[in-house]
Nanobody
Framework: QVQLVESGGGLVQAGGSLRLSCAASGLAFSMHYMAWFRQAPGEERELVAAVSRSGGNTDYADSVKGRFTISRDNAKNTVYLQMNSLKTEDTAVYYC????????????????????WGSGTQVTVSS
């Protein structure tokens, strides 16, 4: 049974930092590209960042470029999202997602390309 378990969310002041982690089990982690999505109240879920199987390719939403960094540790079956210079508009539930691929480099941005999802972790940024 595949499980993606997010952690690291919480309440932080604007300008602060948080590091999210997503621990994966029940799947061949190194065969999956990984991503973080988020959904704010009343909004659609959107891609935040994605990383290829190898970790060599990444993609980011324009709104987080230069502030957020996605990385992965295939030995630990874990993907991370380092979030710096947080803004109130970053407040959302953050979801980890995984999709299987034979490509080392592909980094899909569409939610439909992701097969497995975590239950989410809340990030709240106060002004």
């Amino acid at each position: 049974q595949v499980q993606l378990v997010e952690s690291g969310g919480g309440l932080v002041q604007a300008g602060g930092s948080l590091r999210l982690s997503c621990a994966a089990s029940g799947l061949a982690f190194s065969m999956h590209y990984m991503a973080w999505f988020r959904q704010a109240p009343g909004e659609e879920r959107e891609l935040v960042a994605a990383v290829s199987r190898s970790g060599g390719n990444t993609d980011y939403a324009d709104s987080v470029k230069g502030r957020f960094t996605i990385s992965r540790d295939n030995a630990k079956n874990t993907v991370y999202l380092q979030m710096n210079s947080l803004k109130t508009e970053d407040t959302a539930v953050y979801y980890c997602a995984a999709g299987i691929t034979t490509s080392l480099l592909v980094v899909p941005t569409s939610q439909s390309k992701y097969d497995y999802w975590g239950s989410g972790t809340q990030v709240t940024v106060s002004s």
